[in-house]
């Protein structure tokens, strides 16, 4: 099966920039999706397509795909932007085609 | 505005059956495909199970194959989980999720997700 590793978490300041990877081979041929969870809630899409975002997502949130790894980048983090984030994608020749990362901690110090 | 609201959670002994459904509205039932996404307690997602718009084509992960049937009424806008010999490991916060597209399979993603519905199998 198709695996997807991400760090278990990420820790920033107020005000500068997060990046969230997402390895997986040669996982630049694919389409990236990314989700942020907050504690009890439902997961929202933060980041589609690799690189597009949902109305109504911060342009603060932004994506990139080459190679192996996938990234998330949170820019000018706030502190309502701590979550749990989750890549994503289709790995048509698993037997679990859509495939969920591990999950990375976003902590806001 | 989409709305997906999931009932039918509960405690459930193991060997024992439970029945998910999920109220859609606020956009064309079946113009898309639906999934089920679980999380266990404190642990990541996975998906579970999926169905076209149509209802004419379905996946299961093979952690719930030959267990879990999953179904859609169009004409009710309303998504199932059947379960049934139910494990401990499947233990888990079950959501529906909305595929962005017709299609179960294909590089799409979720748009949009239910608040969850708790499923414990304990004795």
Redesign the interface.
């Known amino acids: 099966s198709y695996v997807l590793t991400q760090p278990p978490s990420v820790s920033v300041a107020p005000g500068q920039t997060a990046k969230i990877t997402c390895g997986g081979i040669n996982i630049g041929s694919?389409?990236v999706?990314w989700?942020q969870?907050k504690p009890g809630?439902?997961?929202?899409?933060v980041v589609?397509?690799d690189s597009d975002r949902?109305s109504g997502i911060p342009e603060r949130f932004s994506g990139s795909n080459s190679g192996n790894t996938a990234t998330l980048t949170i820019s000018r983090v706030e502190a309502g932007d701590e979550a749990d984030f989750?890549c994503?994608?289709?790995h048509?020749s698993s037997?679990?085609?859509?495939?969920?990362?591990?999950?990375t901690k976003l902590t806001v110090l | 505005e989409v709305h997906l609201l999931e009932s039918g959670g509960g405690l459930v002994q193991p060997g024992g059956s439970l029945r998910l459904s999920c109220a859609a509205s606020g956009f064309t039932f079946n113009f898309y495909a639906m999934?089920w996404v679980r999380q266990a307690p404190g642990k990541?997602?996975?998906?579970v199970s999926?169905i076209s718009n149509s209802g004419g084509s379905t996946?299961y992960?093979?952690s719930v194959k030959g267990r879990f049937i999953i179904s859609r009424d169009n004409s009710n806008n309303t998504l199932f989980l059947e379960m049934s010999s139910l494990r401990a490991e499947d233990t888990a916060i079950y959501?529906c999720a909305k595929n962005?597209d017709q299609s179960w399979?294909?590089?799409?993603?979720?748009?949009y997700?239910?608040?969850?519905n708790l499923v414990t199998v304990s004795s």
């Open positions: 694919k389409n999706h989700y969870q809630q439902a997961p929202v899409v589609y397509d949902p989750y994503q994608v289709w048509s037997d679990h085609p859509k495939v969920f990362g591990g999950g | 999934s990541g997602l996975e998906w999926a996946f992960a093979d959501f962005s399979s294909g590089p799409y993603y979720f748009d997700w239910g608040q969850g």
